[in-house]
């Protein structure tokens, strides 16, 4: 049976929410459903029936989560996310001093209330380039296999 997987994006101009429908559409591809949202709209508290998930964001406000985001940043601390799997991606820009630094806090946070990332934090600059959509095709198969990986140490 299929793992279930929740994309959450947060997403002003649109690259962000293209990345997040990218994610979607490769995992699909790759035999892994997942669901999608935009993050001001979430409930977190659906993060604890997924079997992992993937946050999808910018940066904004000098290398700061973005104004949306913050209700879901905040509600991270209020779950037990003790071995949830995820994975963080995300638009942000080279330009500005703390490139995809949103990204890192999340990092950060869920590290703390003892979530683990299954592959490296993504950061892509502006629109995601062809080199940039294979490092999500790798993106999304490492997660499938961090998970594949951790299911077999469960049994
Ligand atoms: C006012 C403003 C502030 C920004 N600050 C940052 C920043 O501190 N760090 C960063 O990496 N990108 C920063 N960006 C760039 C955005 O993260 C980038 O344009 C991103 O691709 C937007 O994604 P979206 O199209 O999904 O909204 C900023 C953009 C704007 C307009």
Same mark, same amino acid.
Not at 94 to 101: A, K
């Given at each position: 049976m299929s793992k279930k997987i929740g994309i959450v994006y947060a997403s002003m101009s649109g690259r962000n929410q293209r990345v997040a429908e990218y994610l979607q559409a490769q995992l699909a591809k790759m035999g892994q459903p997942a669901t999608l949202d935009e993050i001001s709209q979430f @409930?977190?508290?659906k993060l604890l029936e997924d079997d992992a998930f993937i946050v999808v964001s910018y940066t904004y406000h000098d290398g700061q989560v973005p104004d949306e985001a913050l209700d879901f940043f905040d509600d $991270?601390? *209020? $779950? @037990?996310? *003790?071995g949830k799997v995820y994975a963080l991606a995300g638009s942000s820009s080279? +330009? #500005? +001093? #703390?490139?995809?630094?949103a990204l890192d806090y999340l990092d950060q946070q869920l590290a703390h209330l003892g979530a683990l990332r299954a592959t490296a934090v993504l950061k892509i600059n502006l629109d995601a380039d062809r080199a940039d959509l294979a490092r999500l095709d790798a993106f999304c198969r490492q997660l499938i296999d961090f998970m594949a990986f951790q299911q077999q140490q469960l049994v």
């Open positions: @409930d977190s508290q $991270l601390q *209020t $779950l @037990d996310l *003790t080279i +330009e #500005h +001093e #703390h490139f995809g630094r």
